[in-house]
């Protein structure tokens, strides 16, 4: 007798959880029981039951029997402590990864991770865990993105792109080849960036410099 689907705990409970939940639900062998949040509550329309607390996220899963979780939460940081949370509590990590997502069978995809809706992941790229690749991002041959980090809506990087742990690119930001994204880096919407960016700095314009220092 076939087995049924993995019973999933979403963690997160807004505007980004609402987007994540269609494209868990594109997949047939997963069933979102229900998300939590930080203050057990969550928006308007998000179509699923907020079952409470995530700081009684262990005893939730027990009672629900959910054996697997997604982190549906836009953070960084806070998206990476709630993968460390899941882990502890025996949670497998899902991926959502939308119907209209193309991804290549050649790259490694990490877990936990959102593929959003046009997102396109080409050959021989490498996610880490907790990566957001938001809607319409493309992420190009050979690029490697660290763990959290998040590719917004309708960014473009380029082949051989290298983005740091926790890095956030922008919305319609664009990426040259072979250029690096330090960690806890922050790249601006719209920004077009042709040389490498330090650890922790934030840039913007075109070409893409550190904020306050564009003219």
């Known amino acids: 007798m076939a087995a049924g689907p993995i019973g999933v705990l979403m963690v997160g409970a807004g505007g980004h959880a609402r987007v994540c939940l269609e494209a868990l639900r594109d997949d047939p062998n ?44 836009g953070e960084n940081s ?5 993968l460390q949370r899941c882990r502890d509590a025996g ?27 046009g997102s396109v992941i080409n050959a021989a790229a490498h ?16 690029c490697v993105i660290g763990d959290g980090a998040h590719i917004g809506p309708g960014a473009v990087l380029a082949g051989g792109v290298r983005v740091g742990t926790e890095a956030f690119v922008g919305m319609g930001a ?3 080849p072979g250029v690096a994204i330090g960690a806890n880096a922050v790249v601006g919407a719209g ?10 700095l934030t840039v913007v314009g075109v070409p893409a410099r550190p904020l306050g220092g564009v003219a």
């Open 30 to 73: 997963l069933h979102v029981l229900g998300s939590v949040s930080s203050d057990g509550t969550g928006i308007e329309g998000l179509l699923v039951a907020v079952l409470g607390s995530d700081a009684d996220l262990t005893n939730i899963a027990a009672r629900e029997g959910a054996t697997h979780a997604f982190i549906a939460i």
């Open 78 to 82: 806070v998206r990476l402590a709630a």
């Open 91 to 117: 949670l497998h990590l899902v991926n959502a990864v939308s119907r209209f997502a193309m991804v290549s069978s050649s790259s490694v995809v990490g877990d936990g991770v959102a593929l959003l809706p």
């Open 127 to 142: 996610l880490g865990d907790g990566v957001i690749v938001n809607t319409t991002a493309s992420v190009d041959h050979d």
């Open 174 to 176: 664009r990426v040259l």
């Open 191 to 200: 920004a077009v960036v042709v040389a490498d960016v330090a650890d922790g």
